[in-house]
């Protein structure tokens, strides 16, 4: 089999998609890097011997013998260096792949910037997935809903034969989801989203996507986009001369008078109230938990 390497045109799959994939017998000592990647990238080691260099989550280099049986996972933002050996260079597959369920694939797998290596549970999985590798990187004529289809067989050969591999419990993969929900707040909030659109964006039904509210924050997720719109409006409010219908828009909230209710609700008072009064403590922030409270820290300055 000669070296092999192509890149999948279409990019238009959400959930998982391939950026590019192939196939190589390294020369003695041939190296790739220092490279920062821009989605995940997964090398199978066929056979042969190399060495991983990698940065891991605080920024530190750390060195990893890998040889045939074994594979590493290089994540988005980390800088690596790999090599083969001089003696016995390896001879590989790999695939660069992201998506929405890319990071919980991963989650599956137990694979981290501080745990890199890949190492087998069950030589039937991974002797697939090694095969499913070589397939796509054997038919890159084929077409996308085939290759996409033998990269979901790739992520679930990968979860299921990762020696390093956790079982979610309910909390961890609930948490999981609620920091899925933050982020698609966060990015959407200026939106006319709703708890049904972020229930969407998880991939989760709304009521378990309120269970898991209740359960870490003690409140609904429309209690907490609420209150999560009214911080970003005053702070607003606060650095801005923007009239307040044009932020009631910013946030999401075309109707002024729903914007005037909403943030009273919030704040005890009118938005024209809140900015003409003196500088706000901490004390007057929206009503809420200590966990909401904390996420809305993370994003937004104290108005």
């Known amino acids: ?14 959930d998982l998609c391939m950026y590019q994939f192939g196939y190589c017998q390294n020369n003695s000592l041939s190296s790739y890097g220092p490279f920062v990647r821009n989605h995940y990238l997964f090398h199978y080691v066929i056979s042969g011997t190399g060495t ?5 989550s605080e920024g530190a280099d750390h060195k990893f013998l890998i040889r045939s049986g074994q594979g590493f996972l290089i994540f988005p933002g980390q800088i690596t260096t790999y090599w083969a050996d001089e003696h016995l260079p390896w001879e590989y597959t790999w695939i660069e ?22 190492r087998s549970s069950d030589k039937t ?3 697939k997935m090694m ?39 309910g909390d961890s993969m609930s948490k999981y989801y609620l920091e899925w929900a933050f982020d698609y707040i966060d990015r959407n ?4 989203i709703s708890v049904a659109d972020i229930a969407d964006s998880c991939k989760i039904h709304r009521n378990y996507l309120c269970r898991i509210f209740r ?23 606060r650095t801005t001369k923007l009239p307040v219908k044009d932020i009631g828009n910013a946030v999401g909230y075309p109707n002024q008078l729903h914007f005037s209710r909403a943030f009273k609700n919030v704040y005890g008072k009118s938005p024209k109230q ?15 938990t200590n966990s909401e409270k904390n996420f809305i820290s993370k994003t937004t300055p104290e108005p």
């Open 189 to 192: 909030f200026h939106n006319g």
């Open 97 to 118: 792949f992201d998506g929405m369920h890319a990071k919980e694939a991963l989650i599956l797998s137990g694979l981290s910037m501080n745990n890199p290596i890949y």
């Open 274 to 288: 809140w900015r003409d009064e003196p500088l706000h403590t901490s004390s007057e922030n929206p009503n809420g």
């Open 215 to 237: 359960d870490h924050l003690g409140i609904s997720p429309q209690e907490f986009l609420i209150t999560y719109r009214m911080s970003k409006a005053a702070q607003l409010l």
């Open 125 to 127: 999985y991974t002797e």
């Open 52 to 56: 991983l260099q990698a940065t891991d």
């Open 131 to 169: 095969n499913t590798m070589l397939y796509i990187a054997d038919h890159p004529a084929e077409t996308d809903f085939n290759l996409i289809s033998h990269l979901y067989m790739f992520i679930d050969c990968l979860t299921r034969s990762c020696a390093s591999k956790t079982i979610p419990t």
């Open 1 to 14: 089999m000669s070296d092999l390497f192509h890149v999948l045109q279409n990019k238009s799959f959400i």
